[in-house]
């Protein structure tokens, strides 16, 4: 065989994924590709290590995915809202699941007074998790600790501020629904925990 580029790798790969899944299942895609009613919504860190399918076993179609850096909710951010609306008023999911996990660079970058250009100003929202919780934050011995503790907390903030969207809010109102998690997940050995 000749030597291959990484990406071509990714569209020989998909080719060979996709004949395994008909395989297995002759349906699937058609399936698919017919009908999306996925139960969950998932709020995650762009991190190429916590991918939402993988490490929840799931499979296409099941969780309907947004991920930016440090799994922010920023009221104001049209991509979120967007995602957050359709998911909520059309797609009707049940459960809303923001997943921070431990190690996350985007908040080891806010945790410092470094510059690093454009990205500063969305690390800002995570400055404002600190601000709120510093003196227990504070309180905590090391970096690596301070670090894992804000990976917890800004899970936490980034639950409060869905729920004070009014897309949340209306479907709470009208429906009872979605139930609203926090988890966070560790890189060390692939456990999600739920915290909220
Ligand atoms: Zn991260």
Redesign the pocket.
């Known amino acids: 065989l000749p030597p291959m580029n990484s990406f071509e790798r990714l569209l020989e790969d998909n080719k060979a994924w996709a004949a395994a899944q008909v395989k297995e299942d002759p349906d699937f895609f058609s399936r698919l590709e017919n009908l999306q009613t996925p139960e969950f919504l998932w709020i995650?860190?762009?991190?190429s290590r916590?991918p939402a399918n993988e490490i929840t076993n799931t499979k296409p179609g099941e969780i309907f995915v947004h991920r930016n850096?440090?799994?922010l909710v920023v009221n104001g951010d049209i991509n979120l809202l967007s995602v957050l609306q359709y998911s909520v008023e059309v797609l009707k999911v049940k459960h809303i699941i923001v997943v921070?996990?431990y190690?996350?660079?985007?908040?080891q970058a806010a945790m410092t007074n470094k510059s690093f250009g454009v990205l500063n100003n969305w690390l800002r929202n995570i400055k404002d998790v600190y601000r709120l919780h510093q003196a227990e934050v504070d309180a905590l011995p090391t970096v690596e600790e301070k670090n894992s503790r804000m990976?917890e907390l800004n899970v936490y903030e980034q639950v409060l501020n869905l729920a004070k969207t009014g897309i949340v809010q209306s479907a709470w109102k009208n429906e009872q629904r979605p139930y609203l998690h926090g988890w966070v997940y560790s890189l060390k050995n692939g456990i999600l925990k739920s915290i909220l």
């Open positions: 995650g860190c762009s991190d916590v850096v440090a799994n921070g996990h190690g996350c660079g985007g908040i990976t």
